[in-house]
């Protein structure tokens, strides 16, 4: 919260998809993933696509990334390896990991955040480090005693968030005392998020594609709080520009911080065969193998998606325009999955 203060917030944020390994490649690649399995995983590997790591390098960045994670969960390694990452980290790399606190999904982040810190520290200048958080995972488990220091109508996702917001506090304590700290852009971006009202609540094709995106820069430290449509695919362009990369980039996204290079519309792939396309005021569901329209909401106004207006004229011209925005997305990307270079 305290560094919402002194960040821009993207209150209209969406991720692509509901799994981190496809999380990771709309952040990082800037791409959709459009196979059931991770992109860097299927026969695709080799389209093209701008690995961050070697495009930063050619500016003279060194790369890092970091999880609490056993090595090569989610094939996060291959993955970091096929972006150009020079180095990676895994809960085996951290000293003492056997004894540290634990989360399933791997370590707790208090004990991660130190070591990526310590990494930080040591990687030649200018870098890009990349951690990967985990305790804000479902199913949200604590720290011994942390449970009891929130009150009791506080929810699990809310405990882990204030865990981690703990953890944070604790990193940015010790980071603003180093000398790389103020020349550092710092970005938040969640990997996917899914029923906003717990596990069992009702499915909501715009709630649970929300995700918080959030910029924090330490040398002009200014409170913003941005409208603007904005995705995961948009990570991969602030990086790039924010590190003076000159270049053209393959990216389905813009530049956070050029709100004229931002596209207006989130996508989002809602099952194997249904897309969604989100602007300010309308989603609309598109299923690829029947070729129609399945659903078409002013989630502005209908909040409960009570309305469906598929069939209303009134919304024909919404839907047109939506329609065809979904259908360039989505032959743009088959284009590009068949090996068509895209700018």
Not at 28 to 36: F, H, K, N, R, S
Not at 234 to 248: P, Q, R
């Amino acid at each position: 919260d305290s560094l919402l203060q002194h960040s821009i917030f993207f209150s209209n944020g969406f991720c692509f998809l509901h799994e981190s390994n496809k999380g990771i490649t709309a952040i990082l690649a800037g791409i959709p993933t459009l196979t059931d399995i991770p992109l860097y995983h299927s026969q695709h590997v080799n389209m093209p696509v701008t690995a961050v790591g070697k495009a930063l390098g050619q500016n003279g960045y060194h790369s890092l990334f970091c999880i609490g994670d056993e090595y090569d969960n989610f094939g996060f390694a291959k993955c970091m390896n096929w972006l150009g990452i020079d180095h990676y980290y895994s809960k085996e790399d951290i000293p003492g990991y056997k004894n540290a606190p634990v989360h399933p999904m791997g370590l707790q982040d208090e004990a991660v955040l130190p070591f990526f810190l310590s990494r930080l520290e040591e990687i030649q200048k200018p870098f890009l480090g990349i951690h990967y958080n985990i305790s804000t995972h479902y199913p949200y488990d604590l720290p011994p005693g942390y449970d009891k220091k929130f009150p009791g109508n506080y929810t699990g996702p809310m405990k882990s968030m204030q865990y981690y917001d703990h953890c944070l506090q604790q990193f940015f304590r010790q980071a603003e005392r180093t000398d790389w700290f103020s020349n550092t852009l710092f970005i938040f971006c969640s990997d996917h998020w899914m029923f906003p009202e717990g596990v069992e609540g009702k499915y909501d094709p715009v709630g649970g594609y929300r995700i918080p995106i959030i910029v924090f820069d330490p040398a002009s430290s200014k409170k913003e709080i941005n409208t603007r449509m904005v995705s995961q695919f948009d990570v991969l362009g602030t990086i790039l520009a924010s590190a003076g990369y000159k270049d053209s980039i393959i990216s389905y996204g813009g530049n956070l911080l050029d709100s004229s290079s931002l596209k207006g519309h989130a996508y989002s792939k809602a099952g194997p065969s249904l897309y969604q396309v989100t602007n300010s005021t309308h989603i609309l569901g598109f299923n690829t193998v029947t070729g129609r329209v399945e659903y078409l909401y002013n989630y502005k106004d209908d909040r409960q998606l009570r309305n469906d207006l598929v069939s209303n004229k009134n919304a024909s011209a919404v839907r047109d325009a939506l329609l065809m925005q979904v259908k360039l997305f989505i032959q743009k990307a088959g284009s590009h999955y068949n090996g068509e270079p895209l700018r």
